[in-house]
């Protein structure tokens, strides 16, 4: 069988803050109508010294109002945190394994398994052919313009082969024309979109930045790999949405932490091919 390992999700908030379920989805089935009141994993009190621990994102003055509360669901696919209102810019914190990151602001990011990488996650992230060709033909014209950096790459390295390389794949992708379709644009795009989806299996999620605000000198990643991912809410009326389904509230300096367990993995049947 097939192993598929599932989203586990914990909801570190504040004490008075009350959480809200939506479906969002009719045609889904639940065990319950979950209500604020009504969870099936209460909130649990945690110290202020294991707060400033496991969760960084919360800040100082914060640590001694703050409960945790696992979701009672998991998500097979993806998880999708932003703005209830899709108009509004989504704004966040975020650290991956233990490493706090900027300040995001963006038009919302997805978490996802394995199972969830041929889907949201693959159309979110492919390169199109054109976008690869017009890649091509801008490393072309920057190729062409370093002539002097040229001559110092070869008196330090002694070749320029990697330099040569770009060249004659930019030579092959028609660069003074609009016709894209060639083997070299078709080759490079789809070696980079068959790299995009992961295992089932794999005990990592992945994460994507929708859209991200930048000033154009922000270098970090859009995009990345994590054992373990904490998102502390800077938006007034956001959501968790589980596989496009089901939706939790996400109060504003509340952090999402979440976590892959084995025990929590799908055993899916495989079948045989008997032809």
Sequence with gaps: C??????????????NQQLRFTLLDKRKWVVQEWTSEKLDCPPEYILPSVIEREYPLVPQYARSTMVRTSLPLLALNEVFIGESVSARVSKYELGVDGVNLLRRKS?????????????WYLQGTALSPH??????????????????????????????????????????????????????????????NARLPFD?????????????????????????YA??????????????????????????GSVAEFSIDPSDALCCIRLRNHS
């Design 2 to 15: 097939i192993w598929r390992n599932r989203l586990r999700v914990s909801l570190v908030h504040n004490t």
């Design 107 to 119: 038009s919302g990011m997805i978490v996802v398994t394995g199972t969830g990488s041929t889907s």
């Design 131 to 192: 976008t690869v060709a017009e890649v091509l033909k801008v490393a072309k014209a920057v190729y062409v313009e370093r002539d002097g950096e040229r001559a110092e790459y070869r008196r330090h390295h002694g070749s320029t082969q990697s330099l040569s390389v770009i060249n004659r794949l930019v030579e092959q992708t028609n660069p003074q024309n609009d016709h894209l379709e060639n083997s070299v644009v078709r080759e490079i795009t789809e070696r980079y």
């Design 200 to 224: 089932p299996e794999d005990r990592r999620m992945a994460y994507v930045i929708f859209e991200p605000m930048s000033d154009g000198t922000d270098m970090e990643p859009s995009r990345g």
């Design 227 to 252: 054992s373990n991912l904490q998102v502390r809410s800077l938006m007034l009326d956001s959501h968790l949405v589980f596989d496009g389904a089901r939706a939790f509230s996400f109060p504003y």
